[in-house]
């Protein structure tokens, strides 16, 4: 059975080195040439398994994996992983999650280990900035299991002392860690690997990791499915030249130019043809900068593409896409039940706003957690009609509305003051919100 690349997405708190880790995966396989390119998509980067036995040769030697490599997401900034759902869970099949070895657990880490967990994704703790140890000695790229040994007594003492500290915090959270070449068995244990996302320390490692934990949980999600496309809405964007398009992540089946396809709205459907698929060129074939792309007739999963098509009327991100194959009406049933939000709601409670479905859910799921009612939820960022509809209803410590990753819009921000009586929660983790509520709940409620 052919399968296709795993899906991984990277998450962790702010500035702990998402970016640079993916930069460096990039960036490494550009020095490199000698096998295997990495290919450039549209909100992804593909690691061919070629690469991976090119950086990792001195770990493996001639070891070879059932494997076609890794596609990593690049979640846009402004979007959480959240918001990337499939099948009912989460689009990564696999994450790494990023901690700063300097700062330890912060609140969104613990915010990504709950998601991991519920979504059911198998991951692993990348802990990164070991560079910045005192008297740690770099070497560039190298497998962390060769550097650790190369380090004075001082560094060694002083990593034990901060990859302890945060291995402790985690067990005090109720999770089980270990370095990984010191587990036994991983279906216990969540394999942390140091790394430096700056210096490729700890990068063949890293990658390894992610290939056996692949084949030790994936073997039959990663079943190439034959058929029409199945993916995910990453966001909806205006390309210079090109007008409106919409960045899609395809994890199943194939898409061909011309198709009908599905994408989910706030509403009803829309039902629309794809007029063009797009790939990034190659950097180096790029010769006008209106011109960066590649119209290609079909691609397969699993891959990242840019699609023209004929409306993109009220599409939402987040949401999911099918081609409509020979059975458009089942496809239409299916995103339309993709795009339902499973929110349960009460005649007086809090309003929710979030960037995308998946986010939203992800608020909701901790709301219901909190014990705090929700009377209304929508996507997209706070209108002043928000602030009007949240105002008029209910208890006064309902008169709340949550915006997970959305703020406010020009018109909301000037008219807030007019609404005294009414309380805005915004920021990009769900636990500070709640934490803010339920502070201010209290206060108000004495
Ligand atoms: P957000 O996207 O803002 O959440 O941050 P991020 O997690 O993507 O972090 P980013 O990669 O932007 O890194 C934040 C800062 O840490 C940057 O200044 C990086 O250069 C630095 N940094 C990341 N990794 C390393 C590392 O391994 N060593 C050192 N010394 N600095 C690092
Ligand atoms: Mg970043």
């Known amino acids: 059975m052919p399968t296709r690349q795993p899906i991984v997405s990277v998450l962790g708190h702010v500035d702990h080195g998402k970016t640079t880790l993916l930069d460096q995966i990039r960036g490494t396989a550009v020095v490199k040439k000698e096998a295997g390119a990495i290919t450039q998509h549209i909100g992804a980067t593909e690691v061919p398994i070629e690469h991976i036995?090119?950086?990792?040769?001195?770990m493996i030697g001639s070891k070879k994996f059932d494997m076609p490599?890794?596609?990593?997401?690049?979640?846009?900034?402004?979007?959480?992983?959240t918001s990337l759902r499939a099948r009912g869970g989460s689009l990564a099949d696999l994450a790494v999650l990023v901690i700063d070895i300097n700062e330890g657990i912060m609140p969104q880490t613990l915010e990504s280990i709950s998601i991991l967990k519920r979504f059911k994704t198998p991951f692993i703790i990348a802990v990164n900035k070991v560079d910045l140890i005192e008297d740690w000695t770099v070497n560039k790229d190298e497998p962390f299991a060769l550097n650790v040994r190369k380090q004075s007594d001082k560094a060694a003492a002083s990593f034990d002392d901060k990859f302890?500290?945060?291995?402790?915090?985690l067990y005090e959270h109720g999770y089980t860690a270990d370095r990984y070449d010191r587990i036994e068995d991983f279906t216990k244990s969540i394999a942390i690997v140091p790394i430096s996302a700056k210096n490729g320390i700890g990068l063949p490692d890293l990658l390894l990791m992610l290939i056996g934990l692949a084949q030790r949980f994936l073997e039959d999600t990663l079943e190439k499915e034959e058929g029409p496309a199945k993916g995910v809405i990453l966001e909806v964007k205006e390309e210079r030249g090109l007008g409106q398009t919409v960045d899609v992540i395809i994890y199943a089946g194939t898409l061909k130019k011309g198709d009908t396809v599905i994408l989910g709205t706030k509403g009803k459907p829309l039902v629309t043809k794809v007029k063009a698929i797009l790939k990034p060129k190659p950097l180096d074939e790029i010769r006008d900068p209106k011109d960066r792309f590649d119209s290609v007739k079909e691609v397969s999963a699993?891959?990242?593409?840019k699609l023209m098509c004929q409306s993109l009327e009220g599409v939402v991100s987040g949401g999911p896409l099918r081609a409509a194959g020979a059975n458009p009406d089942?496809?239409?049933?299916?995103?339309?039940n993709e795009t339902k939000v499973n929110i349960e709601l009460k005649?007086?409670?809090?309003?929710i706003k979030a960037d995308a479905l998946g986010s939203l859910e992800a608020l909701a799921y901790e709301c219901n957690k909190a014990g705090i009612p929700i009377r209304k939820y929508d996507t997209g960022l706070i209108s002043?009609?928000?602030?009007?509809?949240a105002s008029a209803y209910g208890e006064s410590v309902h008169r709340v509305i949550m915006g997970f990753n959305v703020g406010l819009l020009p018109d909301a921000k000037d008219a807030q003051p007019s609404y005294p009586n009414l309380k805005v929660f915004t920021s990009d983790v769900v636990y500070r919100l709640i934490e803010e509520y339920t502070e201010w709940m209290e206060e108000e409620k004495r």
């Open 164 to 169: 302890y500290k945060i291995i402790g915090e």
């Open 347 to 351: 005649d007086d409670g809090i309003y």
């Open 384 to 389: 002043r009609k928000d602030l009007i509809d």
């Open 53 to 58: 036995y090119a950086v990792c040769k001195q």
């Open 69 to 81: 490599g890794l596609l990593f997401i690049d979640t846009p900034g402004h979007q959480s992983f």
């Open 302 to 305: 699993a891959i990242g593409v």
């Open 330 to 336: 089942e496809a239409r049933d299916e995103v339309s």
